[in-house]
């Protein structure tokens, strides 16, 4: 099944950068695309970012506006370690969310919108901005 572990939020002034970290682990996820969501307090679930396997390609949700860089560190082997990056500059309150990190078994990049483009998710690492 798997299994995905967040880290790296925290308390942060407007303006201020952090790193989140994803640590997966328990099955291969070398091969399957690899997100960033956020939900903020009372509202819907957001995407943040994706990235494919081996090309590496990524998106974006609009409002990142080239303020983060979504990357991934991959083993080869089931029991590999596998690290999901999220590097993010400029950080407004609007960024204030507990952000979670998603796996997909499918390297297709079709819906990586879509949360039911994934089928495993992590605890999330709260994120919180101050003004």
């Known amino acids: 099944q798997g299994q995905l572990v967040e880290s790296g939020g925290g308390l942060v002034q407007a303006g201020d950068s952090l790193r989140l970290f994803c640590e997966a682990s328990g099955r291969r996820f070398d091969r399957g695309v690899m997100a960033w969501s956020r939900q903020a307090p009372g509202k819907e679930p957001e995407f943040v970012a994706a990235i494919t396997p081996f090309n590496f390609k990524t998106y974006y949700g609009d409002f990142v506006a080239g303020r983060f860089t979504i990357s991934r560190n991959d083993g080869s082997r089931a029991n590999a370690k596998n690290t999901l990056y999220l590097k993010m500059t400029r950080l407004k309150p609007g960024d204030t969310a507990v952000y979670f990190c998603?796996?997909?078994?499918?390297?297709?990049?079709?819906?990586?919108?879509?949360?039911?483009?994934?089928?495993?998710w992590g605890q999330g690492t709260q994120v919180a901005v101050s003004s």
């Open positions: 998603a796996a997909s078994p499918s390297q297709r990049a079709i819906e990586v919108r879509a949360e039911a483009t994934y089928d495993l």
